[in-house]
Structure formats: structure tokens, C-alpha cells
Nanobody, 124 residues
Framework: QVRVVESGGGLVQAGGSLRLSCAAS????????TGWFRQAPGKEREFVAV????????AYADSVKGRFTIGRDNAKNTVYLQMNSLKPEDTAVYYC?????????????????WGQGTQVTVSS
């Protein structure tokens, strides 16, 4: 079993930066591709970014491309999301999860071992 805990969220002004962390315990997290998703109030959970198990492959939603960077440190069983040039529309609860199915990496139903999420609020 894998237990995942997200951290690093907070309140930041537009244009600012935050670094989210996704720490895993239990079964080796490094064997899973890992994704970040976000969910704003009244909206569906949406894909943000994904990193392969070896950190050699990444993919991003168009809305965050060029501003967010995903990476991982398998020695620490941790995945990161560096968020720069934040916008008010980035406000959401951010979740990370391990990819357990392999059809569409943007589909949250392909992921398991979800954490409880961390709130990111960007003020204008």
C-alpha cells in the first residue's frame, strides 16, 4: 500500500511562486509515474502535470506549460511541483497520485493512492 501526503500550499499574490511536495510512504513510490491534479470549487478535478518513474519524461496541461515544473527525488520518495508566475485561476486544491492505468495520463480515474490535497490560493 502507498500513503501519500501533499504539502507546500498556501496563499500567494499573483506572479508569485510556490513549491508543492508529494511525499509517499509504504510501497516504493518510485516505481510509479506520478501526477498532479487540481480541483477548484464547483469544478471537476483536472490534470496539471505528470512525471515518469525515472524523471525522464514529463507532460503538462497547456494552462501551466512554461510556468510549472514537475520533478522527483526517488531517494526521498518525493515528487515536486514548482509553480511560478502564479495566476488567480491557479487557485485550487492540488493533489498528487500514482498512475496505475495506462490509457490516458490526463484522466484522474487512471490514478490511485490519492493524497488529501493541499490548498493553493492566488490573490489578484
Amino acid at each position: 500500500q502507498v500513503r501519500v501526503v501533499e504539502s507546500g500550499g498556501g496563499l500567494v499574490q499573483a506572479g508569485g511562486s510556490l513549491r508543492l511536495s508529494c511525499a509517499a510512504s509504504g510501497r516504493t513510490f518510485s516505481s510509479y509515474a506520478t501526477g498532479w491534479f487540481r480541483q477548484a470549487p464547483g469544478k471537476e478535478r483536472e490534470f496539471v502535470a505528470v512525471v515518469g518513474w525515472s524523471d525522464s519524461s514529463t507532460a503538462y496541461a497547456d494552462s501551466v506549460k512554461g510556468r510549472f515544473t514537475i520533478g522527483r527525488d526517488n531517494a526521498k520518495n518525493t515528487v515536486y511541483l514548482q509553480m511560478n508566475s502564479l495566476k488567480p485561476e491557479d487557485t485550487a486544491v492540488y493533489y498528487c497520485a500514482a498512475r496505475i492505468k495506462f490509457s490516458d495520463y490526463t484522466d484522474p480515474t487512471e490514478y490511485g493512492y490519492w493524497g488529501q490535497g493541499t490548498q493553493v490560493t492566488v490573490s489578484s
